[in-house]
Structure formats: structure tokens, C-alpha cells
């Protein structure tokens, strides 16, 4: 007897093949930014497994105009034949080889890259799918968390050439790590590169990005590279392109993380086009994809990594931890500017320096 699953409007088998249900959201979350590119498009569902994302950009999206599923497990053709029969999905075709070796005899407008662990291995070859097209979209989800957000320094040096740092705000050094190395990757190819998000969320980062080929757009991404500084012992920070060792508020010692992306992570306009989208559409998450799209929204423009408020309580040894609200207000009564992050429900964005915030504790 065949066992089908359903994911909003989609029912659909598995069999042996990968399937989390706790990816829903990121699925959702990557069909509003289909609906959202709002123009004509060739997909390809990379790492395919049951099909499932790639079914639901297609049945979703009327601007998908063909969806190519590709999985390396011989299984996979046979049951993504078998979804893609049952939803009745038009212009679909399945190959069951490595993306490498695929990518780069076929080109697509937007490849969505869904890997087991860390997607490094395959973007050289996603961009280089690219040459002949003047820009294109990649989606990309890393779920090689503990590398990126990690303590084993030589693990993250190793695989994205750049040093990790396990703080208050390791999640935004991981993203911005994973995005320093893609835009390695699209500079060599000479495409400039347009985060449209940069999410953090359960055990993956997940990134959309627009590539825009331009020698000039390539260039500048080294130049949008750099260094952040960290002072465990005050909680100050410093971005650069050098690392400072040492800290400008308390005079120790800093530890450092880098080389990092330090352009923007996410793209308002884009973010607000998915939110309309979400809106008209009736997802079993609809909540928390609008909770998602608003602090990305809100914490676009503002500057680099954030504070978390627990800690800088802990390290004061203040009893009382405020509202996060009631300290944004605090803040911005203050002039500053501040808001939460989608990175830690703990922490905020905000262009106060650390001794500036503990006076509003
Ligand atoms: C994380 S799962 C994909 C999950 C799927 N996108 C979803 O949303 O349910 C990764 C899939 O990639 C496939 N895979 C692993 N290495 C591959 C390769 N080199 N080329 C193509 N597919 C590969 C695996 O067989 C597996 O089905
Ligand atoms: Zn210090």
C-alpha cells in the first residue's frame, strides 16, 4: 500500500526518499520568493528527493514556465514521475545524475541547490551554468550549521576560508561566512551578487540571491568583504577590513571573525512583494512566514550584528532583563535606531555602542 503525504495542497509520495516535515516552512518560504521574482522562469530542483519543493513552486507560482527535477539516487526518478502525474504539474522533465555533472551542459533562470550538509561543492558549477545568461537567481541552503556558527576553527578555514567565532551573535557570522564564499564563486564568473535574504532559522541558513553578470558589480565584492572584532569581556565590536585586537571600549584583548560578507542580507522590496503574496496565500504558516518577512524587513539598512540582551544583562550582572520591545522604544526616544532580528528573538539591531545600550538597562 502506498503511504502519501501532503503538504499544503500537494499529495504526494516518498517512499525511501528524504522528506522534513519541518522544511515546510523553508519551502513556503521559497515558493512566496518564486511568486515574487514575478517574471517567466526555468527552474531547477537540484537535489530533488521526492520533488516536493520543486512540485509546489510549480503548482503555486503561474510564472514557473518549466521545472526540471534532478536527485542522484536512482529511486528518485520513479516516484517524482509518479507527483508529478498526480498534481498534474505542466512542462516538468526528471534526470537522475550528480548537479555537478548536469549543471554544466543546461541552464536554467533560478537553481535552487538543497544538499545534505554544506552546498560549496556545487556552486562552482551553478555559476559557471550561468555564463551565457546576463543574470539569473540561485537559492541556496546550508544546513553545515555547526562549520559555519561552530567552535572548530579549522573546519570553517578549511571549507569557507574564513575564521569563525562562537559569540553572542554567531548566526550572523555564519550567514555572512557562507555569503563571503558564494560571492568568491560569482566574482571569479564575473556576476555581481544581490542578497534578496539571508535567513537563519532552525538548523539551516538558507540564501536567495540575485547574480547579475557585470566585471564592475564582480569587482566590488572584495571590496564589500572585511573583518568583525569581538571583545568578550564588554561586549564591543568593530568592523574593518583588518581585525583590531584590541577593544576600543575596555582596552583588552578581542577575538575576531572573517573574512565576512558586510554588504546588505535582504532586500526590502523583494520582502515586501513576498509579504503581499503571503497574504493571499492561505499556508499552514502563514503566521510565521509573516513574523519571518517582517523583522527581515525591519532589520534591513541596519547595521552588522547584533546585541543580545540576556548576555550583556549577564555580563553586567543586572537582575532585571528589560522587554526587548521596551528597550527598542528606549532606544529610539534616545534617537538611535533599533529594532529586532529575526537572528535571536534575545537580541537587537541597533546603531548604539554597547556602553550607550547598558545605560538604558
Ligand atoms: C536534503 S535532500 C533534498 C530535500 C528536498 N529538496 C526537499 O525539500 O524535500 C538532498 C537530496 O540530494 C540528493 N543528492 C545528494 N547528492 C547529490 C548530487 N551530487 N547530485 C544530485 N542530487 C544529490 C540526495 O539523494 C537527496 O535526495
Ligand atoms: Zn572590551
Known sequence: MVNFMMEEEIKFEIDKLFYNSNMRFSRSFGSLSIGAINEDISILDGFAASGIRGLRYSKENKNVKKIVFLDIWKIASAIIEKNIKNNKIKNAEIYNVDFNEFVIKNEFDFIELDPFGSPIHYLNNAFYSFRKKRRGYISITATDVAVLCGENMRACLKKYGAKNLRNEFTHEIGTRIL????????????????????????????????????????????????????????????????????????????????????????????????????????????????????????????????????????????PNVPKIGELITELKKNLFRATRTHFCEKSIKTDAKINEIESKL
Not at 569581538?230 to 565590536?237: E, P
Not at 513576498?274 to 541596519?302: F, G, H, P, Q, V
Request: glycine share 4%.
Open 179 to 318: 555569503l563571503k564564499k558564494i560571492g568568491d564563486f560569482a566574482s571569479q564568473f564575473d556576476f555581481g551578487i544581490e542578497p534578496f535574504y539571508s535567513i537563519s532559522d532552525r538548523h539551516y541558513i538558507k540564501i536567495l540571491l540575485k547574480i547579475s553578470r557585470s566585471a564592475e558589480k564582480a569587482s566590488e565584492i572584495p571590496h564589500t568583504l572585511g573583518y568583525v572584532s569581538y571583545c568578550f569581556h564588554c561586549g564591543y565590536r568593530e568592523i574593518g577590513k583588518f581585525p583590531n585586537r584590541i577593544c576600543m571600549n575596555c582596552k583588552k584583548d578581542t577575538d575576531y571573525a572573517g573574512l565576512l560578507w558586510l554588504g546588505e542580507l535582504h532586500n526590502k522590496k523583494f520582502l515586501e512583494k513576498m509579504k503581499k503574496l503571503n497574504a493571499k496565500r492561505n499556508y499552514a504558516d502563514k503566521t510565521e512566514l509573516e513574523k519571518m518577512l517582517n523583522l527581515l524587513i525591519e532589520e534591513t539598512n541596519m547595521p552588522q550584528f547584533y546585541y543580545n540582551v540576556h548576555d550583556i544583562c549577564k555580563r553586567k550582572k543586572y
